[in-house]
Nanobody
Framework: QVQLVESGGGLVQAGGSLRLSCAAS????????MAWFRQIPGKERENVAA????????VYADSVKGRFTISRDGAKSTVYLEMNTLIPEDTAVYYC????????????????????WGQGTQVTVSS
């Protein structure tokens, strides 16, 4: 059974930092592209960052470029999202997602491309 478990969310002041982690189990981690999405109630789920199977290719939403960094650790089957210079507009529930792929260097940014999802972790940025 595939499980993605996020952690690291919380309440932070504007300008602060958080590091989200997503521990994957029940899958062969190296065979999956990974991504972080976020969602505000009443809005569509938005891709924040995505990373290829190889870890060599990453892509970011324009709104987080230069502030967020996605990375993965194969030995720990974990994907991270380092979030710096947080702003109130970053407030959302953040979800980790995994997509099985045979392409080591491809990234995926659409929710429908991901089959496995975590339960989400709340990030709240106060002004």
């Amino acid at each position: 059974q595939v499980q993605l478990v996020e952690s690291g969310g919380g309440l932070v002041q504007a300008g602060g930092s958080l590091r989200l982690s997503c521990a994957a189990s029940g899958l062969s981690f190296s065979g999956y592209a990974m991504a972080w999405f976020r969602q505000i109630p009443g809005k569509e789920r938005e891709n924040v960052a995505a990373i290829s199977r190889s870890g060599d290719y990453v892509v970011y939403a324009d709104s987080v470029k230069g502030r967020f960094t996605i990375s993965r650790d194969g030995a720990k089957s974990t994907v991270y999202l380092e979030m710096n210079t947080l702003i109130p507009e970053d407030t959302a529930v953040y979800y980790c997602a995994a997509a099985s792929t045979s392409y080591p260097d491809r990234t995926y940014q659409r929710p429908l491309q991901y089959y496995h999802w975590g339960q989400g972790t709340q990030v709240t940025v106060s002004s």
